[in-house]
């Protein structure tokens, strides 16, 4: 029950993290954001606020902005089409009823003529049996749609994605993985506060049991200084000799109190993703600094980002497996492991997460982030939009493929539980 619950956390907090990026820059950008959504699928809670729904649903495989002008809702009023019309107190038409207009017995029927909603504003029909007098109609810029009776707010042209500059849309495109970044860092701040920010020097905190380190007679406190007589000065000189020599006797110096000891060890093999590194179970120290714990996390995101990008790009090339790739299964089991470890273990690997969700929203594929920042650079480069419906034909199909590399992701995940 931890794990569930921890796991429902962590994909809440990434999730609402990264669209919530994409709603305030839609919103600071004069977009009408129709729906702030938690997850796919049939909606399990709403409501709505400041012109927005803000709903969480079923399915917990990501979350979506919807912007006006960026999806099909609108409805097309077209000439001879019957429609009902509600006003407000200016007299202009707060509610296009589109059908069920029954439950609605004050609305004024009309057959429309002609009908613009982007940019007009305005509705021209007769009414049915008076034919001869063509009427107009002024819209209010907030007024809704009625199908069957669900309301949707019409969105005039200067609401809607499309209208805003080259720049506002890459932003309002942006902000999401960006965003992901953002708490990634501050994470890894609260880490650093709480649990202190590892020292530069080759100094041990702790020595797990059973372990090389404790076989040598390695010691909590004690300073790693020279390895096969060669000076170590940081602890990433003293893992990368460990890391490379796998299996191999090492001299160890080390400072004691006031004094040096010389110990003899040799690092675990340990294997994984077709490579064989060395390991001798001990962990970093570090000291409590308020101070450092800022730079501390801008390092770790970047130190994090940089990881992670050399794994995509060795997925990209060929040098990785498809097997690698873990989809909500898989990064379930592994937050089970990391539960069991501790709740700053738990926040490092929320961050980590948080990172990767950034970056894997900015590899330019259709329907991604990336793919969609991708055609607005192209316009800004050609100087005009690529066609909508093109694009559109576009991301379909790259969340088709996204979904069907989602369903290979999870059934791998669900042969490495059972096998």
């Known amino acids: 029950m931890t794990t569930v619950i921890a796991f429902i956390f962590m994909f809440g907090l990434l999730v609402f993290i990264h669209e919530f990026g994409h709603l305030i820059f839609a919103k600071r950008a004069g977009m009408l954001a129709r729906e702030f959504a938690i997850g796919f699928g049939p909606k399990v809670f709403a409501f709505t606020k400041n012109e927005t729904v803000y709903t969480i649903r079923l399915l917990p495989i990501g979350g979506y902005v919807r912007v006006a002008g960026e999806d099909p809702e609108i409805i097309e009023l077209k000439p001879g089409q019957h429609i009902g019309l509600e006003f407000n107190d200016e007299g202009k038409v707060n509610k296009i009823i589109v059908n069920h207009k029954s439950k609605h017995p004050n609305a004024r029927i009309i057959e429309v003529e002609h009908a613009d909603l982007d940019h007009e504003l305005l509705i021209q029909g007769y009414e049915p049996d008076e034919e001869d007098e063509k009427l107009s109609f002024q819209v209010d810029r907030k007024a809704f749609f009625v199908m069957d009776e669900e309301e949707t707010q019409i969105a005039p042209f200067d609401r809607q994605f499309a209208s805003k500059s080259v720049g506002k849309r890459g932003m309002q495109l942006f902000a999401g993985p960006l965003m992901n970044f953002v708490l990634a860092i501050v994470i890894f701040i609260i880490v650093g506060l709480v649990q202190g920010v590892p020292v530069d020097e080759a100094k041990i905190a702790s020595v797990q049991s059973d372990s ?62 077709g490579i064989t590194i060395g390991q001798v179970g001990v962990r970093q120290a570090s000291e409590k600094s308020f101070i450092r714990s800022f730079p501390y996390g801008f390092e770790r ?116 539980l059972f096998l």
Not at 244 to 270: F, S, Y
Not at 399 to 414: E, S
């Open 301 to 416: 995101a970047y130190e994090t980002t940089t990881l992670i990008l050399t794994n995509l790009t060795m997925l990209i090339t060929g040098q990785l497996p498809i097997d690698v790739l873990s989809g909500p299964v898989g990064i379930y089991d592994a937050t089970d492991q990391v539960v069991q470890s501790g709740f700053m273990t738990f926040l490092m690997w929320t961050a980590i997460l948080s990172v990767n969700l950034g970056i894997v929203n900015l590899v330019p594929l259709p329907a991604l982030d990336g793919g969609r920042l991708l055609f607005v650079g192209i316009e800004a480069v050609r100087g005009k939009p690529i066609d909508p419906q093109k694009e559109g034909i576009v991301h379909f199909v790259g969340f088709a493929l996204l979904m069907l590399l989602m369903i290979v992701v999870t059934w791998n995940d669900i042969q490495r």
């Open 212 to 273: 090389p380190a404790e076989e040598a007679g390695i010691q909590v406190g004690d300073e790693v200084v020279q390895i096969n007589g060669n000076a170590i000065s940081t602890w990433e000189g003293f893992t990368d000799i460990v890391e490379n020599n796998p299996g191999e006797e090492l001299t160890m110096t080390v400072q004691r109190d006031d004094g040096t000891e010389m110990l003899t060890i040799t690092p675990a093999k340990i294997e994984g993703q």
